[in-house]
């Protein structure tokens, strides 16, 4: 896995979802934020408890999860 400081997981916040600095506000938010449009500076004036490197760092995450390949091992 990519080393990310920024990406936190427990299982009781939010479920175990990747969350940005054990804060509950998930990875899975700020892509669907991005991916609807909404620029940084929007995003930050929302959540003004983020900096503009967690949002970097869950669009990492989520690159990275998307190339991951998942294969089941041999029995």
Do not use: H
């Amino acid at each position: 896995m990519i080393q990310l400081k920024r990406i936190t997981f427990n299982p009781d916040v939010m479920g175990g979802k990747p969350c940005i600095r054990g804060m509950r506000i998930t990875v899975g938010t700020i892509v669907g934020l991005v991916a609807c449009g909404y620029s940084f500076v929007k995003i930050l004036e929302y959540y003004p408890y983020l900096e503009e490197e967690d949002i970097k760092e869950a669009l990492t995450y989520a690159a990275w999860r998307a190339e991951e390949v998942e294969a089941p091992f041999a029995a």
